[in-house]
């Protein structure tokens, strides 16, 4: 591979040109292209979610991961093809939790923008790292999908890694869960 010659203002890692077939594609299309690479750190959360609507890891690595998702005509809202942002912010959730990659990881809040719309049949790449936290139960992770160059949705990602799956009676601080009581929100945002 060579580096393409690109105007000043464009980022370098972004731009490589492979001779042959696909050297149209930027480094990104190309790595969003790739199956998921045999040697990553295996996912210890989240192991029985559908791949098909939340995406597949590329990469999981110490404090970061990268998914791959194709939008698929169920992601449909309308006759346009305009997918439904949730299925974006699931790959991003998605991406979060791995570069966490706790057994027990939740999401506590996200502060997320849209900021390109996402078709049928387009592929996605999410890039999510872990930018504080690490000693405690808390993390912040920073995550942005991809769509080749475009940037469709850039967000920080508050998690937790609880002792024990939120489901079960005393997982959060305070009472057994309740019958009716909300499920899901970790108790504090202690660290």
């Given at each position: ?52 609507l939340c ?14 998702l ?37 999401l ?11 078709t ?57 869960a ?14």
């Open positions: 591979m060579m580096p393409d010659r690109r105007p000043a203002h464009k980022p370098r890692r972004l731009y490589w040109r492979a001779k042959g077939a696909g050297s149209h594609l930027n480094r990104t299309d190309r790595l969003a292209r790739t199956p998921p690479v045999a040697r990553m750190t295996p996912p210890r959360t989240h192991l029985a979610i559908d791949a098909r995406g597949e890891p590329l990469e999981i690595g110490d404090g970061s991961a990268r998914v791959v194709t939008a698929l005509p169920e992601m449909a809202v309308d006759a346009a093809g305009l997918v439904h942002g949730g299925f974006v912010f699931g790959l991003a959730d998605y991406a979060a939790m791995l570069a966490v990659n706790e057994p027990n990881v939740v506590g809040s996200a502060e997320v923008r849209f900021l390109a719309p996402v049928v049949g387009e592929r996605l790449l999410a890039a999510a790292r872990v930018v504080a936290g690490g000693g405690g139960r808390k993390r912040r992770v920073s995550v942005e999908v991809r769509r080749g160059e475009t940037a469709v949705l850039a967000g920080d990602f508050t998690c937790f890694a609880l002792d024990r799956h939120v489901l079960d009676p005393g997982a959060r601080r305070g009472a057994p309740a019958e009716g009581e909300r499920r899901g929100a970790p108790a504090s945002d202690e660290t």
